[in-house]
């Protein structure tokens, strides 16, 4: 089957009415568009570029919507964009038959794939809770949503649960502006009467599709659940202001898809992440 006869059959079934997979995406590039700036050069993608996370495949990359039906226009300005601002150049492009011919150039590129997105899900017909147990008795944790003046704090936890500590600036600028628009969630212990930070997260909210991003524990209270917890928190905040889709990503580089598959999500889709590098790039210009 050829692209542009593969283009026509992906407009059409996009005619028929929005699916999980584009409800999602939507969350997700709206999302994006507030920690990166978004640009709309060709039809098929769009390409967010924050110089300041250099190396960072979620906050710079080119996103394929749709079949390209000239995916070496795509490239070209994919390679043009990142490389003139010093950036690795990332592409996403979706696992299945429709993005096969997308993908088939991509690596006769030059490109190859380090990493593989993996989406859970869950519908509100089917937001149900399957136990998380925790390491901790449950009077010794607490989950708290971040008032405005607290953000650093949790900016703190995510910088050392990510190992981003240089960016911390960077993280609290998008974090402190957009504070309205994301529900800073942060996992407290209680040690020695106190309650302390042990872990993170953001849900954001777009037309009723709630999204679980920046996960992530502190090195220390790893492996005890934590994250487990957090995840029901999301899914029963998600059933009670009957959000239509509730949905988390895990890059398969970082391990975790087990725990979501045990949480009960079901997973929708996979996308690749594809990356051509800066010195790769001009030795094959040159």
Not at 100 to 111: M, Q, R
Not at 131 to 149: F, M
Not at 171 to 200: E, G, H, K, W
């Amino acid at each position: 089957m050829t692209a542009d006869l593969l283009l026509i059959f992906w407009r059409y079934y996009k005619f028929l009415g929005l699916t999980t997979r584009d409800l999602i995406e939507e969350n997700e590039s709206e999302f994006s568009s507030l920690w990166a700036q978004r640009f709309k050069e060709i039809e098929c993608a769009d390409f967010y570029v924050n110089a300041d996370f250099p190396g960072d495949y979620f906050f710079n990359k080119t996103k394929i919507l749709s079949p390209c039906s000239n995916t070496h226009l795509l490239i070209t300005q994919a390679k043009r964009i990142f490389f003139s601002n010093n950036l690795d150049c990332f592409i996403h492009s979706h696992e299945d038959l429709e993005f096969e011919n997308t993908n088939n150039i991509l690596e006769d590129a030059g490109f190859s794939c380090v990493d593989t997105m993996l989406v859970f899900s869950t519908r509100k017909d089917t937001l149900d809770i399957t136990e998380c147990k925790s390491g901790y008795e449950t009077d010794l944790v607490q989950i708290i949503t971040v008032d405005k003046e607290s953000v650093s704090i949790w900016v703190d936890v995510f910088c050392k649960a990510f190992n981003a500590e240089d960016w911390y600036h960077q993280i609290y600028n998008v974090t402190a502006t957009n504070y309205s628009r994301f529900n800073l969630q942060l996992l407290m212990i209680r040690s020695d009467s106190v309650f302390v930070p042990a872990a993170c997260a953001l849900l954001f909210c777009h037309k009723k599709v709630l999204g679980l991003y920046c996960l992530g524990t502190l090195p220390k209270f790893r492996r005890k659940g934590l994250a487990s917890q957090i995840l029901k928190s999301s899914i029963l905040t998600a059933r009670d202001k009957r959000m239509k889709i509730f949905f988390v990503q895990s890059f398969m580089n970082d391990g975790y898809a087990t725990m979501y598959n045990k949480a009960g999500l079901d997973m929708e889709y996979k996308r690749r992440v594809y990356a051509l590098y800066r010195g790769q790039g001009c030795q094959q210009e040159c």
